[in-house]
């Protein structure tokens, strides 16, 4: 680990920026220490983009005027560039991340649009397991609460919530639930109280025919609905659990008892139609 050490060279070597989960910055196989100041101006660049002095002055020095402000980001692009020369570059009149310098979010927010887009295709089912995490990913910047952060970590969750359920339609659509299924309880970590992800969770289990899984999903859902919401699923929800209800012959059965005092707790059963609840 390397604390500030003057003389690495980002050029000619790969630069990698982690921002998902915690801030480290690697040049080689090095691992570079910098200050606050520096890994905030570093962090912004990978978030924004490139952008003018005067803005990132504004943006990271808030409460400073703007001679200040600009002080201070002049004071921080030296202490970079004296660190770890490349960090950094000028194009035109905007200042941005050295062209060999990459970041996991750079490389989240790309599949994330290659997914949304639909040029991805839909995984097997053991690598629609393996793709969540990675589609999830640690929070952005834990600990940081700047504007700039507070905002784009926001915005990601919400573009991987997107993709998720791209990728849940996209496997449905193709005739491939089991992946859907995966990908919708991801999305449901994400927003647990979306009609649109319950729904598709939903669907996946009736598409496997499995009645009671897609019973129990409902119910959870109105039960958090409930308790965290004071409301109850919407009438689209109810409506695709009623026809799935009414189109059953088998698959929902009344409960088995062992006599009529004692019920038998040793099999689970989806509660008779009679009584469910929509």
């Not at 080689?28 to 962090?43: T, V």
């Not at 109105?222 to 965290?228: A, C, I, V």
């Amino acid at each position: 680990m390397v604390l500030g050490q003057r003389g690495t060279h980002v050029t000619g070597s790969s630069a990698a920026l982690t921002l998902l989960g915690r801030w480290r910055l690697r040049v080689g196989d090095q691992e570079i220490l910098l200050g606050r100041r520096e890994r905030r101006l570093l962090a912004c660049l990978a978030i924004s983009g490139a952008h003018s002095r005067d803005w990132l002055a504004a943006t990271l020095w808030p409460d400073a005027d703007s001679e200040r402000a600009t002080a201070c980001l002049r004071t921080t692009l030296w202490s970079l560039r004296r660190e770890v020369p490349g960090l950094t570059c000028v194009t035109g009149r905007l200042l941005k991340l050295g062209t060999d310098v990459e970041s996991d979010l750079e490389h989240l927010q790309h599949s994330i649009s290659k997914i949304i887009s639909g040029r991805q295709a839909t995984p097997a089912v053991d690598e629609a397991v393996r793709a969540v995490p990675s589609l999830l990913a640690d929070e952005l910047l834990p600990g940081w609460y700047e504007d700039w952060v507070l905002l784009e970590r926001e915005r990601l969750r919400n573009r991987q919530l997107e993709a998720l359920k791209a990728m849940a339609r996209q496997a449905l659509d193709a005739g491939r639930p089991r992946p859907a299924i995966q990908y919708a309880r991801a999305a449901i970590e994400i927003e647990p109280h979306d009609d649109d992800n319950v729904l598709l969770l939903i669907t996946a289990q009736l598409d496997l025919g499995h009645i009671a899984d897609a019973l129990r999903a409902f119910h959870q859902y109105r039960t958090r609905l409930g308790w965290e919401l004071g409301a109850d699923p919407s009438p689209r929800v109810r409506g695709v659990v009623a026809r799935a209800l009414a189109s059953s012959t088998s698959g929902v059965s009344r409960p088995q008892y062992r006599s009529e005092r004692r019920p038998d707790r040793t099999r689970t059963a989806a509660p008779p139609k009679s009584v469910v609840r929509l």
